[in-house]
Nanobody, 115 residues
Framework: QVQLVESGGGLVQPGGSLRLSCEVS????????MGWYRQAPGKQRELVAT???????NYEDSVKGRFTISRDNAKNTVYLQMNRLKPEDTALYYC?????????WGQGTQVTVSS
């Protein structure tokens, strides 16, 4: 079973930055398109950023220009650099394969943007 371990969340003021990390225990990690998802209270989980095995990235409109997804295939790790954070970015953040996930999820990492 695939294991995903997210880290790096926390409490930050509006306009601040955080860098999330996700280590994935899966064979052939480099072949997967990976994504960062988030789920705010009372809302459905949404996909906010993806990176292909070739490094092509895509972002949901609300985070475009503020978030940057990257990966280190040697470490089986995907990152999300989040800048100019807004209160509406508050959510539990997860990584997983995209658009079809691995079938299991990590515990996520909480990001709270508040003054």
């Amino acid at each position: 079973q695939v294991q995903l371990v997210e880290s790096g969340g926390g409490l930050v003021q509006p306009g601040g930055s955080l860098r999330l990390s996700c280590e994935v225990s899966v064979r052939f990690f480099s072949l997967y398109t990976m994504g960062w998802y988030r789920q705010a209270p009372g809302k459905q989980r949404e996909l906010v950023a993806t990176i292909t095995r070739g490094g092509t990235t895509n972002y949901e409109d609300s985070v475009k220009g503020r978030f940057t997804i990257s990966r280190d295939n040697a470490k089986n790790t995907v990152y999300l650099q989040m800048n100019r954070l807004k209160p509406e970015d508050t959510a539990l953040y997860y990584c997983n394969a995209a658009p079809n996930n691995f079938g299991s999820w990590g515990q996520g990492t909480q990001v709270t943007v508040s003054s």
